[in-house]
T-cell receptor
């Protein structure tokens, strides 16, 4: 079975541009979360979506937005890119809003964004 | 606010030696605690989790961790390191279940022959 898939795997943007990152959860998983991992640091929580509704938001500016589609896939959008947005963006899925019976988030390999 | 502190950004051990990675947490309520491993250019994989059941938690690949409330610690151990254990390890805490994790800054484990 396919795991969490993210696209694109790598991308380069310039300051002020907009970026859209995509995530397909494991089949049957209804919750998707997004994390930002800056080089040398641990991941930071950005958003959680469950059944197409936002269930949680981290301490990120309004330039960051996300949505979840009826097939439970998700997009993360970042507007007006800054140099500091350069990071690995990780998507994680789980069966339900609380991690499912195993209490586990399943992470994708991430999208590495470089802002020049 | 909840947080975790991982002592030591790098830990070096010899193959076959004991692995000890330290994690201390801060939480206003009984926490959920996790250890994740990240191999180069990969996402995170759950090693083990504490959810207020047994204080000694066994995970995958021979790792285990002990929850010590009096010390607010959740250190990760493995009796005998293997070369394949070389990776970045992250401790994480959550007060709301298995989502919205707060991660530490990570510890890179280096294993020498």
């Amino acid at each position: 079975d396919a795991g969490v898939t993210q696209s694109p795997t790598h991308l380069i943007k310039t300051r002020g541009q907009h970026v859209t990152l995509r995530c397909s959860p494991i089949s049957g998983h209804k919750s998707v979360s997004w994390y930002q991992q800056v080089l040398g640091q641990g991941p930071q929580f950005i958003f959680q979506y469950y059944e197409k509704e936002e269930r949680g938001r981290g301490n990120f500016p309004d330039r960051f937005s996300a949505r979840q589609f009826p097939n439970y896939s998700s997009e993360l959008n970042v507007n007006a890119l800054l140099l500091g947005d350069s990071a690995l963006y990780l998507c994680a899925s789980s069966l339900d809003a609380y991690g499912g019976s195993t209490g586990e988030l399943f992470f994708g390999e991430g999208s590495r964004l470089t802002v020049l | 606010a909840q947080s975790v502190t991982q002592l030591g950004s790098h830990v070096s051990v010899s193959e076959g030696a004991l692995v000890l990675l330290r994690c201390n947490y801060s939480s206003s309520v009984p926490p959920y605690l996790f250890w994740y491993v990240q191999y180069p250019n990969q996402g995170l994989q759950l090693l083990l989790k504490y959810t207020s059941a047994a204080t000694l938690v066994k995970g995958i690949n021979g790792f285990e961790a002990e929850f010590k409330k009096s010390e607010t610690s959740f250190h990760l151990t493995k009796p005998s390191a293997h070369m394949s254990d070389a990776a970045e390890y992250f401790c994480a805490v959550s007060e709301s279940g298995f989502q919205k994790l707060v991660f530490g800054t990570g510890t890179r484990l280096l294993v020498s022959p």
